[in-house]
């Protein structure tokens, strides 16, 4: 069993920045991949980006420049940096890990986090 918690989220404004982080076992024993992904209300989950164990990043396409992923080692916290948000990037925020090839789909992550809301309004 893979445990992971998500913390960070908040409100902000239009315009402003939030940092996610994603606590994550340390990868002794196996080498996974951890993926951001989000939900918003009445819709699916959705892919916002992802880093392998190692270290190649993938993003949605439409956040590129707007949100990074970072992580200072292997086993330190994985990080979701956002930047000019909108209304449309409030969502609930998870984290997730995978195996195997870098992937961009729900059905490729195995053990998720609860998640953390996000809200962008004025």
């Known amino acids: 069993q893979v445990q992971l918690v998500e913390s960070g989220g908040g409100s902000v404004q239009p315009g402003g920045s939030l940092t996610l982080s994603c606590v994550h076992p340390p990868r002794t024993s196996s080498m996974y991949n951890v993926g951001w992904f989000r939900q918003a209300p009445g819709k699916g989950r959705e892919f916002v980006g992802a880093v392998g164990w190692s270290g190649m990043k993938i993003y949605r396409v439409s956040l590129e420049g707007r949100f990074t992923i970072s992580r200072q080692n292997t086993d330190a916290p994985v990080y979701l940096q956002m930047s000019n948000l909108k209304p449309e990037d409030t969502a609930v925020y998870y984290c997730?890990?995978?195996?195997?090839?870098?992937?961009?789909?729900?059905?490729?992550?195995?053990?998720w986090g609860q998640g953390t809301q996000v809200t962008v309004s004025s």
């Open positions: 997730a890990v995978g195996f195997g090839f870098l992937q961009r789909s729900v059905n490729d992550y195995e053990y």
